[in-house]
């Protein structure tokens, strides 16, 4: 979906707008890992990340990035309290498109969303989320960035994961066409499958070549389902 305004030369800085305490240094926050290094790039070290790093090695993820916190999902409703952020940047989601668990994928993917919207709508704050592109089904209506009501109710997502994406999509553009509040700005973000370095936690919900990689590499014999996703 396209951004509700203009971001401007600094992306989602907010470029201190609507501060209203002297010298206050707004922090951006970032829910999940994958804008931390273009952050700090970017000469930003007050980056917090809330996510669950577990036992599966994700804290590699984060290893080279300094970051001013990590605040674990369970407490960031109190952790928000009083804060002031340059951004909210939302890619936190149950993503196993063979998920099965209905109640526990709405209340991670669609409720905890509608409350960081909510949070960010209270508080003035740039809210960018992640979309997928699983919302857009089996492709029968096209692969249309379209945010309109009416568009978006043609989509028939295929999974759990696709149609709890695809509901906050709608609440979203609900929102925007009913000129209820979603300032300053907002972006959703329809991500597809890709390649791309530290995917090792995923397990089976890693990309073909990334689980394949080993073999390849040792020139070893691999199958692949569906050989045209290798292409």
């Not at 809330?50 to 916190?69: S, T, Y």
């Amino acid at each position: 979906m396209p951004a509700g305004q203009d971001w401007g030369k600094a992306g989602i800085h907010n470029q201190g707008q609507g501060s209203n305490v002297a010298g206050d240094r707004w922090r951006r926050f970032y829910r999940s890992n994958r804008r931390g290094p273009r952050l700090n790039d970017a000469g930003r070290a007050d980056v917090v990340v809330c996510d669950v790093l577990g036992h599966d090695g994700k804290w590699r993820n984060l290893a080279k990035r300094q970051l001013a916190d990590i605040v674990p999902p369970a407490e960031l409703p109190e952790w928000l309290k009083g804060r002031r952020l340059d951004a909210v940047i939302h890619l936190g989601a149950i993503s196993e498109t063979t998920a099965s668990d209905g109640d526990l994928v709405i209340e991670t993917n669609f409720r905890l969303s509608m409350r960081l919207l909510d949070w960010c709508t209270a508080h003035a704050t740039p809210f960018i989320y992640a979309s997928s592109a699983s919302t857009y089904g089996d492709g029968a209506q096209g692969f249309r960035d379209d945010q309109s009501i009416g568009a978006l109710k043609t989509l028939r997502p295929m999974n759990l994961y696709g149609w709890s994406k695809h509901l906050f999509d709608m609440a979203v553009a609900e929102r925007a066409d009913e000129a209820k509040s979603c300032r300053p700005q907002w972006a959703g973000l329809k991500f597809f499958q890709r390649v791309r370095p530290n995917e090792y936690h995923k397990g089976p919900m890693m990309s073909v070549l990334a689980r394949r990689f080993d073999d390849i590499k040792a020139a070893a014999p691999c199958s692949c389902s569906n050989p045209i996703a290798m292409a």
